[in-house]
């Protein structure tokens, strides 16, 4: 059965360092999504991304986020210079939806667990 | 997005039904409702989706009322491999279809 993969599954990174997370979602999906979820809390959503461009984010995607589709397979989240509290488990997700076709349904990775010191 | 409120947690034996409702009064006509599960330090992973009536898979089933401002997750005879967190989430068929998480519903299931 086909499923979203990513790498790391842990990262472990000094304050103020740049990170990227790498995610592989299902080959045929149209939506990628990154979501955090701080140790203890909810799932939040960062980001989605088709179509080659960002089509929504959250208030946390701020200018020290970016996500790339980079070669048609990886989707990457990267975090310019990481404070303490993006410690965080980051996942990825894909969905195969088409526009106006019916309900939908994402798939999540495996999760990144991120620990900034 | 419709927010949606269901319970924080449950507690259910082995062999036993179990059945989590969630309230989502604002839902829209666009909107579909869709159930996640998930274990500790894993993706959250889809169980069942509907829009109205019942829904069945072979994991669960999903019944939704006519006015659609609430609906139900039914497992049947739950195992202890069913303890985890259970999120009701409501979502439209347009836009980016992005989930936005409640705090779900932590299920234990004791022997």
């Known amino acids: 059965e086909p499923e979203v993969t990513q790498t790391p599954s842990h990262q472990v990174t000094q304050m103020g360092q740049e990170v990227i997370l790498r995610c592989v979602p299902i080959?045929?999906?149209?939506?990628f999504y990154w979501y955090r979820q701080i140790l203890g809390q909810k799932v939040e959503f960062l980001v989605s991304?088709?179509?080659?461009?960002?089509?929504?984010k959250s208030e946390i995607f701020d200018d020290q986020f970016s996500v790339e589709r980079p070669d048609g397979s990886n989707f990457t989240l990267k975090i310019r210079s990481t404070k303490l509290e993006d410690s965080a488990m980051y996942f990825c997700?894909?969905?195969?939806?088409?526009?106006?076709?019916?309900?939908?349904?994402?798939?999540f990775g495996p999760g990144t667990r991120l620990t900034v010191l | 997005l419709a927010k949606t409120t269901q319970p924080i947690s449950m507690d259910s034996y082995e062999g036993q039904e179990v059945n989590i409702t969630c309230s989502h009064n604002?839902?829209?006509?666009?909107?579909?409702i869709t159930w996640y599960q998930q274990f500790p330090s894993q993706g959250p992973r889809f169980i069942i989706q509907?829009?109205?009536t019942k829904v069945t898979n072979e994991v669960a089933s999903l019944f939704i009322p006519a006015d659609r401002k609430s609906s139900t997750l039914s497992l049947p005879r739950v195992s202890l491999s069913d303890t985890a967190v259970y999120y009701c989430?409501?979502?439209?068929?347009?836009?980016?279809?992005?989930?936005?998480f409640g705090t779900g519903t932590r299920l234990k299931v004791l022997a």
């Open positions: 997700a894909s969905g195969p939806q088409i526009p106006g076709t019916g309900g939908f349904e994402q798939f």
């Open positions: 080959s045929n999906h149209l939506y």
């Open positions: 991304f088709y179509n080659n461009e960002i089509s929504e």
């Open positions: 604002n839902i829209a006509t666009n909107d579909y």
């Open positions: 509907g829009y109205k």
């Open positions: 989430l409501v979502g439209s068929i347009s836009g980016t279809y992005k989930y936005i």
